[in-house]
């Protein structure tokens, strides 16, 4: 069988515009971080390298197929993450030459946080495994029989994999966890799910008293079954700008 074309993919400066110089760069194992004073921006950009599984050998993924998947994907993400925070800085007295240099630079024209994912076929940061795959009759603990369930999307920040599904795409429907009347109807699953490439974890799980919150309060959190970002989110990223940029304190602001 004809193996599958490798597809090249670029990236849109509209949302990743290139760093200008002055800017302190940093990669990590799950994301690069750029902090772009002259652009006010910081720049999150993870790299993806896809496996593309179809269990029906007649559904195969065409070329086509990919770039739709990717750029969908990526549009849904950004909806709900890209340019919805910004990040505050201060920079104590002790503080290094560079950093104090850095936030002069910023001045307090407080950066926007951006996101961007880069399709790579090789040196990824994250693995994401993406099946053709429909809605399926499995056992509902919560209502104690079997019905049309969809497939469930996931995120292992250990070994920086992930499992999606092309009717991913699709919105979903999140119940209420008591009244398990629908919540919200437009349920965005791949913007749940970046959550967890940033680190955060389900919130409608029962919540270690030293997270600091009651996520069981918070139903319309995007870590929950909402759409709704919170500055905790963001705390993957405000911890390794404080590596990037020693003696400086971040805070990140919601709009």
Not at 12 to 35: E, M, N
Not at 83 to 110: D, Y
Not at 223 to 241: I, N, Q, T, V, W
Request: proline share 6%.
């Amino acid at each position: 069988m004809r193996p599958d074309p490798i597809v090249k993919v670029k990236h849109s400066s509209k949302q990743a515009p290139a760093a200008s110089t002055g800017s302190v760069s940093k990669h990590f194992d799950w994301a690069d971080i750029t902090l772009d004073p002259e652009k006010s921006i910081v720049l999150v950009r993870q790299k993806w390298k896809y496996i593309w599984v179809a269990d029906n050998p007649s559904e195969r993924w065409t070329a086509v197929e990919k770039r739709n998947f990717h750029r969908r994907a990526e549009d849904l993400i950004w909806r709900a993450w890209n340019r919805k925070a910004i990040l505050q800085m201060t920079v104590g007295a002790s503080a290094p030459a560079a950093s104090k240099a850095l936030a002069e630079r910023v001045n307090g024209r407080w950066p926007t946080i951006v996101f961007d994912i880069e399709w790579v076929t090789e040196s990824p940061q994250w693995t994401v495994t993406v099946k053709k795959e429909g809605r399926t009759f499995k056992m509902d603990t919560d209502i104690g029989k079997k019905r049309l369930m969809l497939p469930r999307a996931s995120v292992d920040w250990g070994t920086r994999t992930a499992n999606l599904f092309l009717i991913s795409l699709e919105p979903g429907v999140a119940r209420h966890p008591v009244t398990r009347l629908p919540f919200n109807s437009n349920y965005n699953t791949p913007a749940h799910e970046f959550g967890h490439f940033l680190q955060n974890e389900d919130e409608y799980r029962k919540t270690p008293p030293d997270r600091g919150f009651d996520a069981k309060e918070d139903l319309d959190s995007i870590m929950y079954m909402g759409d709704k970002l919170r500055a905790r989110h963001f705390e993957s990223l405000r911890k390794s700008l404080s590596e990037m940029v020693p003696g400086c304190a971040f805070v990140v602001v919601v709009k």
